[in-house]
């Protein structure tokens, strides 16, 4: 891999010999050779920053020697030149300066990564750490496994010097028209809310030429990558920490597509703690953005009402109210459509979704209907292929399109999309 110092290397001796570099940091050690600039474990550039110099030498141990290493950010900047890096920040910044000053460095440069080691590990220091842009924050002391597989989850999201360029047109181009957007949203969990969220955003893509994204708003546990049999290496929080310089072609390289029917998904956070950093106005700015180069935008939501909830609800062209077939399931569905009418939500954009309609559970869908005062959209049968899909990791409009249960996901699509206006999917 090519050195990420300038080309001209015939300068670098006397910029690590001159008095400038000695007097900003007299502790730092002069930068190693530049055939030594890589490590071997995931073949990207890799830098140590802490303005203590033990505790440099400590993860250069772990490193190697011919990693290089500075005292601070601001003595790597004039060599930096579009080559991906990963900067792996030691104990000492977390405690100088939780924040890590870097927050600028890392907006404008996507081709740098970022590695906290951390002498003890909060939830403060941890929001801190994420909001400025770090993707990954490791317990000291950090062994050479640990450091390894941290620099291989952060190295493949990295911008290359091609991906940098400013003149490459982002993959789907916008043409003016918005999405729509569609909430997925029950009030109790188990109702099948994130089948049906799955289901319909593959559907419509398979339905449409322009992108169709997935969202999963679930960000404590969502769980739409594992029910695709995805391994996302970008999730909702990458997204939020570029916020400032979100667009559309930066957004189109943080989703993962579903190969199958090209829908595209923006993942939840890996980890439960990651959701507290990410709040309402940050999900309406992502939907913004998907709203300008996709045909629809459809949000899967946790199980009950917080301030991201609302705001997805107040953003959406339609919110599907999930309902399960069980006493607890329409009471709760019941105080749910009370507190939206309170909070002034337009029913009108309101479909009711009663899923496992034809349970055998001594309730009638009139019934529930006229308890609710809403009148079902569409009702979805109970099948085992549901769980066997879930298990598969394939959507069961696709696993098992003949069933019940699919033809009925495929008539919630076609009030969006009909099927005749089908056409080649993106990928």
Do not use: W
């Not at 730092?28 to 440099?56: H, K, L, M, Q, Y």
């Not at 970022?114 to 750490?129: C, P, V, Y």
């Not at 640990?146 to 047109?169: F, H, K």
């Amino acid at each position: 891999m090519s050195n990420f110092f300038t080309d001209d290397t015939s300068s670098i001796p006397e910029v690590d010999s001159s008095p400038e570099i000695e007097e900003a940091s007299p502790v730092t050690p002069a930068p190693v050779s530049p055939s030594g600039r890589t490590f071997d474990s995931s073949g990207v550039n890799v830098v140590v920053i802490d303005p203590d110099e033990f505790a440099r030498k400590r993860i250069l141990a772990q490193l190697g020697d011919d990693i290089s290493s500075f005292a601070g950010t601001e003595e790597l900047v004039p060599f930096l030149n579009g080559e991906p890096i990963v900067l792996v920040f030691g104990p000492t910044c977390a405690v100088d300066d939780p924040v890590l000053n870097i927050e600028h460095l890392l907006h404008k440069h996507r081709e740098i990564g970022a590695i906290l080691i951390a002498e003890e590990l909060t939830t403060n220091l941890l929001q801190q750490a994420l909001r400025a842009g770090v993707k990954d924050v490791l317990a000291a002391p950090a062994d050479r496994t640990q450091l390894s597989e941290a620099i291989a989850r952060v190295s493949p999201g990295l911008a290359t010097p091609a991906a940098a360029t400013p003149d490459d047109p982002p993959a789907f181009e916008t043409d003016g028209d918005l999405a729509h957007v569609i909430t997925v949203f029950s009030t109790k969990g188990g109702a099948g809310k994130s089948v049906i969220a799955t289901n319909l955003g593959v559907a419509l893509a398979q339905r449409s030429e322009k992108p169709v994204c997935l969202v999963d708003a679930d960000l404590q546990f969502g769980d739409i990558a594992v029910m695709l049999k995805l391994a996302p290496q970008h999730t909702i929080v990458d997204a939020v920490s570029s916020l400032d310089r979100l667009d559309p072609s930066l957004l189109q390289s943080l989703l993962i597509t579903h190969e199958s029917s090209g829908l595209k998904i923006l993942p939840a956070p890996l980890e439960p703690a990651f959701a507290d950093q990410i709040g309402a106005a940050e999900m309406v700015r992502i939907i913004e953005v998907l709203k300008s180069f996709c045909s629809y935008v459809i949000v899967d939501t946790p199980a009950y009402f917080n301030d991201v909830v609302l705001g997805m609800i107040e953003i959406s062209d339609d919110v599907l109210l999930v309902a399960g077939m069980d006493i607890p399931n329409i009471k709760n569905v019941k105080i749910g459509l009370q507190t939206l009418r309170l909070l002034n939500t337009p029913m009108e954009k309101l479909r009711l979704i009663l899923n496992r309609a034809n349970s055998k559970v001594k309730l009638d869908v009139t019934e529930v209907e006229r308890t609710l005062q809403v009148s079902a959209d569409i009702l979805i049968p109970s099948d085992i292929v549901v769980p066997q899909s879930v298990n598969r990791g394939v959507p069961v409009v696709q696993s098992a399109p003949r069933s019940g249960v699919a033809k009925s996901l495929e008539e919630l699509a076609s009030l969006y999309a009909p099927a005749a206006t089908s056409g080649r999917r993106k990928k």
